[in-house]
Structures are given as C-alpha cells and as structure tokens.
C-alpha cells in the first residue's frame, strides 16, 4: 500500500500529497501525522495539495479532520496550493472545509505557521 | 490510443473508485471540456463511484459520449443492485448521511453537472445517471 511520507523542517512537518489518493492511504496519512506531532512534539502542518487533481468529500473530510486532530494536539494545520480548478469545484460541491486554513503557496503556509507560533511566544 | 464512445468498467473496491476517477477526466479532456468543467466532473464522479462501492455493495460506471446537434456531452451511469434508497428527499439532503459520511455526495455532485437522475427501489438497487455538455 501507499504511504505518504511526512518530513520535519525544525517544529513544523511537511507533507505533499502526489498521488491521487486512495481512500485507505488518506486515513493511513492521517493517523501517521497524529502519531508524528505526538511523538515530535511538532507546531504545525504543511499539507501541500497543488499536484491533487479534485478533492471530494472524502479528501475534504480527511483534511478537516488532520485539522482537528493537530489542534487537540497543539499544532496548527495549513493547507497550502489548492488548484482554481479544484477550489471552484469544492464550493459547488458544498464543502466548506470548516476550521481548516488554508494558503495560496509553500511560503505563506511557512508565514502563517511561523506567525502563529510568534503570537503564542508572545502572549 | 482514444476510449471507444460508450463502455464500463467495474466499481467493486477503492481502486476501482480511482480507476474511475482517471477513466472520467480522460474522457473529458478527449472531449476537450474545460479544466473547471473536466474537475467537476471527475469529482462528481468519485462521489457516486464511491457510493457505489460503499452503499451499493459495489456495481459498474458506464460511459457514454452523447451529443445534441452539435453540441456533445459526457454521459455517466453509476449502478448497483444493492439496497436502494429507501427515502430519496432525504438522501439529496446537504448533510444528511447514514453512516459517517458528510453527507454531500449526491446533493454536492447534483450541482456539479447539467443533468441528473436518480433511479432506485428498495431491494433492488440504485442507479445514477449524470450528464455534463460541453
Ligand atoms: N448507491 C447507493 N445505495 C444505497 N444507498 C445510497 C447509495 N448512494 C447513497 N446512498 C445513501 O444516501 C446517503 C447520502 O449519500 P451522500 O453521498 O450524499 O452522502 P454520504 O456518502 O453519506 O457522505 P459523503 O458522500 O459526503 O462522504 C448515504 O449516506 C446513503 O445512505
Ligand atoms: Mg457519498
């Protein structure tokens, strides 16, 4: 079976999606990541989805629950370069991703998790 | 190589569900629809292919490329000989699901495509059908 790997860059871990996913590889992936932030004590979650071709409601679920489980874990979870296509297609569809965050490349998921971690440092 | 106009293939377990998913887009992009219209439809088709697999019991996918003067259009059928769909409302309700789905897949891919028609009888399965014109 595929598996998806998960990379650490200091606090944060990164994970690209590249294949086009079967439904048991998106839940092998999601209880990789929760035993990963546990085990490193990781801040944040990178989900790059820019190679995935659609998200239906079962990948969508999928992303809102790594959110959910990463939260309760104390990380924050961004999902980076969703494709127009696949973004136009999502809101038709109905799914609102609800507590997922989201941003438009790499970078600014790095920005937004960085920032995130700098308010925590400073309250 | 180019798909013949009209076939199926089989939808019996979760790789089926991404065989499909691939099938769909190329007979889209032969069809040369747009990228949103060709996402659209390979997304509508991997809720109803997963229906299929999951609440049918599994079944098949036919395809068929049809056309309207001269207009064409992609033409999908999803059919199980499972259990059926005893309350059809209920079940083309946003949110509503029988197990712990979210209950978007046939209310979600209804939008996603021109036409759509839902056939199904208790005990004697469901089928499908969407039609998306170029
Ligand atoms: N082929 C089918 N045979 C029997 N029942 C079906 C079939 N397709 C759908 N249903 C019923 O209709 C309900 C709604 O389906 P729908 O696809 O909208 O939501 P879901 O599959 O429960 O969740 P989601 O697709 O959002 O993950 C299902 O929960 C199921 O009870
Ligand atoms: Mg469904």
Redesign the pocket.
């Known amino acids: 079976m595929d598996r998806i790997p998960i990379l650490q860059l200091g606090r944060f871990l990164l994970v690209t999606i590249q294949v086009d996913l079967q439904d048991q590889t998106a839940l092998t992936l999601q209880e990789d990541l929760a035993s990963r932030i546990e085990r490193t004590g990781a801040r944040g979650v990178l989900i790059d989805i820019s190679a995935l071709e659609i998200v ?3 990948i ?2 999928m992303l809102a629950s790594i959110s959910g489980i990463a939260r309760v874990l104390d990380a924050t979870t961004v999902v980076v370069g969703m494709q127009p296509a696949v973004a136009i297609t999502l809101v038709e569809l109905g799914l609102s991703l609800p507590g997922v965050r989201t941003a438009l490349n790499m970078e600014h998921g790095m920005k937004l998790l960085e920032n995130a971690l700098a308010e925590e440092l400073d309250q | 190589m180019s798909d013949p106009t009209i076939g199926s293939m089989p939808l019996g377990n979760e790789q089926d569900i991404v065989m499909s998913r691939q099938q769909v887009r190329r007979l889209a992009q032969q069809l040369k629809f747009s990228l949103v219209d060709q996402t659209k439809m390979v997304t509508a088709a991997s ?2 292919s ?3 697999v ?4 599994g ?1 098949e996918m036919r395809w068929e490329v049809v056309s309207l003067g001269p207009r064409q259009g992609l033409r999908l059928a ?1 059919a ?1 000989q ?5 309350d059809l409302d ?20 209804r939008r996603l495509v021109d036409e759509f028609d839902i056939r ?1 009888a208790p005990g004697e ?2 089928c ?1 059908t969407i039609t998306r014109w170029k």
């Open positions: 239906d409601s079962f969508g679920r | 809720e109803l997963r229906n299929t999951v609440y049918g019991g079944g999803f199980d499972g259990p059926g769909i005893p209920l079940a083309l309700t946003d949110g509503w699901t029988s197990g712990g789905g979210l209950g978007m897949g046939l209310s979600g891919s199904t399965g469901t499908v």
